[in-house]
């Protein structure tokens, strides 16, 4: 085959596999974050209606669908700008895009629709703080894909604040309040992993680093330790403080969330050996779903969850 041709067959678009790769929906466990609202809306001890309604059920269900959407619009814009500097990849360079299996104009066709609809779900059933915090997603997002990941520091932020957002969008979407303990909760936890991930790509993309990722030439590992250690410490400083907050007591009606303390310690102590000891911390939402002492951790911690709001 010719280089004229094999180019022209390249830039032709691909099937329905391909489509479905550039989603990225192996990704769209980070959007599972937006039910965690349910759990509000159900143990709500404060409130005569704790038990969420089969219309509170949906609504949270119809969020996270919009956020699934709306992130794989934002993966596709990001595999448009990074589309030479992924061909250089040894892992990104077969991403359909990338590897010119999916056209341009195909890619920005579906990563248009996926907001109109994205939009169109969250103005005609969702409230509308949710609609406001999922355009704000959108929008920090772009300037992520654009420019912001470029910067060191700014873009592990970013990151965090994306899965606050999700948070927030649940509870909207649930009509409940997050505590503001939680919400740091979830910020200090994606610090945590996000800093993980950076550490993982600078120690096994070495002096390539910059070139693949570029905020990684103002990282160093030194720097990325001190920060894997910080946020560990701090995520499980700011559960702690949760677990024993006025209003989760008032919430829960008890003080035994304290007991669930433990399985958050030995979740973040797993996920350190996991980054350190066995190099896996370049996929942290895979790893969190597929490590087996991990798996049986949070069961362990949803039972124990769940027999405090039986006997409470």
């Known amino acids: 085959m010719s280089e004229e041709s094999k180019a022209r067959n390249d830039a032709e678009p691909g099937g329905w596999r391909d489509a479905l790769a550039a989603l990225r929906p192996d990704q769209w466990t980070k959007n599972l974050l937006v039910l965690a609202a349910l759990g509000f809306a159900w143990g709500d001890r404060a409130r005569p209606d704790h038990v969420a309604t089969a219309g509170t059920v949906l609504a949270v269900a119809l969020a996270a669908l ?8 934002v993966y596709i814009l990001n595999d448009l700008l990074d589309i030479e500097a992924d061909r250089a990849h ?21 990563a248009g629709l996926l907001l109109l609809a994205a939009a169109a ?6 409230p509308r703080p949710f609609l406001g915090v999922a355009a ?5 997002q772009a300037l992520y894909s654009a420019c912001l990941k470029r910067a060191a520091l700014t873009d592990l932020v970013v990151i965090a604040g994306g899965f606050v957002l999700r948070a927030m969008a649940g509870a909207f979407a649930a009509r409940v309040d997050i505590s503001p303990w939680l919400l740091l909760c979830t910020f200090f936890l994606a ?33 990325l330790d001190r920060l894997v250690s910080i946020t560990a410490a701090v995520t499980i400083v700011a559960y702690a403080m949760y677990t024993l907050a006025p209003e989760t007591v008032l919430k829960f009606g ?5 007991f669930t303390l433990p399985f958050v310690v030995f979740g973040v102590f797993r996920y350190l050996d996991l980054l350190y000891r066995h190099a896996k911390g370049d996929q942290p939402e895979k790893v969190l779903l597929t490590d087996i002492p991990l798996l049986i951790n949070i069961l362990l911690y949803a039972g124990t969850v769940w027999v405090i709001f039986l006997f409470s």
């Open 121 to 126: 779900v969250s103005c005609a059933w969702l």
């Open 191 to 223: 610090l945590f992993l996000a800093a993980g991930k950076r550490r993982h790509e600078k120690a096994a993309l070495a002096d390539g680093s910059a070139q693949q990722r570029p905020s990684l030439e103002k990282y160093s590992l030194d720097l």
């Open 66 to 73: 919009v956020f699934c959407a709306l992130s794989s619009a």
């Open 136 to 140: 704000l997603y959108v929008a920090i």
């Open 90 to 110: 040894p892992l990104k360079r077969l991403r359909p895009i990338a590897a010119g299996r999916l056209a341009i104009p195909r890619a920005r066709l579906m």
């Open 254 to 258: 008890t003080h035994a969330m304290g």
